[in-house]
C-alpha cells in the first residue's frame, strides 16, 4: 500500500509559477511510475505528466513546455514544476503511483493522492 501527499496548491497569478510536491510513503518508491493529473469543475479528470521508475518522462500538450515533472527517490518525492501558468491550468491537481518497471507512462494508475488546489487568476 502506498500513501501520496500533495503539497504546494494555491492562488497565482497568470504568468506566475508554482511546484507541487507529491510525498509517498513506502520503502519502493524507486520502482513505482509517477504521474500528474488535474481535474477542473464541471471537467473530467485529465493526464499532465509522468515520469517512469527510470525517469523518463511524459507530458500532455497542454503543459509541454511549461511544466516539468522530477523526482528525488531518496525523499520519496515527486514534483510538478509548473511555469507560465495560464487561468485554464487551474484544477485540483492529484499524484498517483503504480508500480512497474517500464519506459512507458502507464495507462492506469494504483494509487491516489487527495489532490492539491491550483488557482491561476488572470
Known amino acids: 500500500q502506498v500513501q501520496l501527499v500533495e503539497s504546494g496548491g494555491g492562488l497565482v497569478q497568470a504568468g506566475g509559477s508554482l511546484r507541487l510536491s507529491c510525498a509517498a510513503s513506502g520503502r519502493t518508491f524507486s520502482s513505482y511510475a509517477m504521474g500528474w493529473f488535474r481535474q477542473a469543475p464541471g471537467k473530467e479528470r485529465e493526464f499532465s505528466a509522468a515520469?517512469?521508475?527510470?525517469?523518463?518522462?511524459y507530458y500532455a500538450d497542454s503543459v509541454k513546455g511549461r511544466f516539468t515533472i522530477s523526482r528525488d527517490n531518496a525523499k520519496n518525492t515527486v514534483y510538478l514544476q509548473m511555469n507560465s501558468l495560464k487561468p485554464e491550468d487551474t484544477s485540483v491537481y492529484y499524484c498517483?503511483?503504480?508500480?512497474?518497471?517500464?519506459?512507458?507512462?502507464?495507462?492506469?494508475?494504483?494509487?491516489w493522492g487527495q489532490g492539491t488546489q491550483v488557482t491561476v487568476s488572470s
Open positions: 498517483a503511483a503504480r508500480r512497474v518497471y517500464s519506459d512507458y507512462a502507464p495507462a492506469e494508475y494504483d494509487y
Open positions: 515520469i517512469t521508475w527510470s525517469g523518463s518522462t
